[in-house]
């Protein structure tokens, strides 16, 4: 892992996490699983939720992350990683919160679903992405899933076969979405 990453990751270091742009893209790309792994290990502990630090410096690295592989057109080899780290989302609470703004976990799968769904057209990317992306439609975020639907429609385009075993709960979505 790059030392800067490996420094703002470590030390949830805000003030440095900016200094990551100056990383070139390769270098990013070169240690990303490790740094995905890191991401969703700081992104999964307890106090992530409360603690606005931490958030701040993952929506940071998230953003740099998702650019480098933008950029690199490396999403073929980091898809696993980011499905890995997309999924471990599923395991909180996307509810938006009282104040009508997205939870941390719902930031971050918003973040990582429009990364992967640029790809729409790698097929080896959707068959990993589409039946984790799919579950997100039922977890009570709205915004995520209406996000989510245009994604699926785009990927319906290149990819029909690898959605068709998920049309139920696309329709249970778009039902519920009536009422």
């Not at 100056?22 to 992530?48: G, H, K, P």
């Not at 941390?104 to 959707?126: E, T």
Request: proline fraction near 3%; aromatic fraction near 4%; glycine fraction near 2%.
């Amino acid at each position: 892992m790059h030392e800067l990453f490996a420094q703002v990751l470590t030390n949830r270091d805000l003030s440095r996490a900016g200094d990551l742009f100056s990383i070139d893209d390769n270098s990013v790309v070169a240690d990303l699983s490790e740094v995905l792994a890191r991401i969703q290990e700081i992104a999964s502990s307890s106090d992530f939720t409360q603690n606005d630090n931490n958030q701040s410096v993952i929506e940071i690295c998230i953003t740099r992350v998702t650019s480098a592989i933008r950029d690199t057109g490396t999403i073929e080899q980091h898809a696993l990683a980011m499905v890995s780290l997309l999924e471990s989302c599923l395991n909180h609470d996307l509810r938006p919160l009282p104040k009508d703004e997205d939870p941390p976990h719902a930031k971050i799968a918003s973040d990582i679903v429009s990364c992967i769904f640029l790809n729409h057209n790698k097929k080896s990317v959707m068959k990993l992405a589409l039946p984790v992306a799919v579950k997100f439609l039922h977890r009570g975020n709205k915004e995520l899933s209406r996000n989510l639907s245009s994604y699926l429609s785009l990927a319906a385009i290149n990819n029909a076969e690898l959605l068709a075993v998920h049309v139920q709960p696309i329709i249970d979505s778009i039902i519920s979405g009536k009422y």
